[in-house]
């Protein structure tokens, strides 16, 4: 199984970005698919993740409004549209995937798959 993510990138504040993770070796559509991210010195956080056929979304509350989470089954990849970037929104960012939302609700994440990571910086 791999997850590749790509998109990662430097912008400035107040700019766009979109993710992309690519996966292979799994049926995607049977796997609830997510973002993590983790900044320097911190833990590594739930940002978005979403259900099997995209019915069921679930946000960390400080990118609500400001990112979207969206994927498409037919081509077995998962997108995160970053928009209204902060400083406080660095970190790489991780995809992952799942058997169920309650996989990545949960305290201590159950996680099948995890990609490498790609960078997003954003600069004052």
């Known amino acids: 199984v791999q997850l590749q993510a790509s998109g990662g990138g430097l912008v400035q504040v107040g700019g766009s970005l979109r993710l992309a993770c690519a996966a292979s070796?799994?049926?995607?559509?049977?796997?609830?698919m997510g973002w993590f991210r983790q900044a320097p010195g911190k833990e590594r956080e739930l940002v978005a993740a979403?259900?099997?056929?995209?019915?069921?979304?679930d946000y960390l509350d400080s990118v609500k409004g400001r990112f979207t989470i969206s994927r498409d089954n037919a081509k077995n990849t998962m997108y995160l549209q970053m928009s209204s970037l902060k400083p406080e929104d660095t970190a790489v960012y991780y995809c992952?995937?799942?058997?169920?939302?309650?996989?990545?609700?949960?305290?201590?994440?159950?996680?099948?798959?995890w990609g490498k990571g790609t960078q997003v910086t954003v600069s004052s």
């Open positions: 979403i259900s099997w056929s995209g019915g069921s979304i």
């Open positions: 070796g799994l049926t995607f559509s049977n796997y609830v």
């Open positions: 992952a995937a799942a058997l169920t939302m309650g996989d990545f609700l949960r305290r201590d994440y159950d996680i099948d798959y």
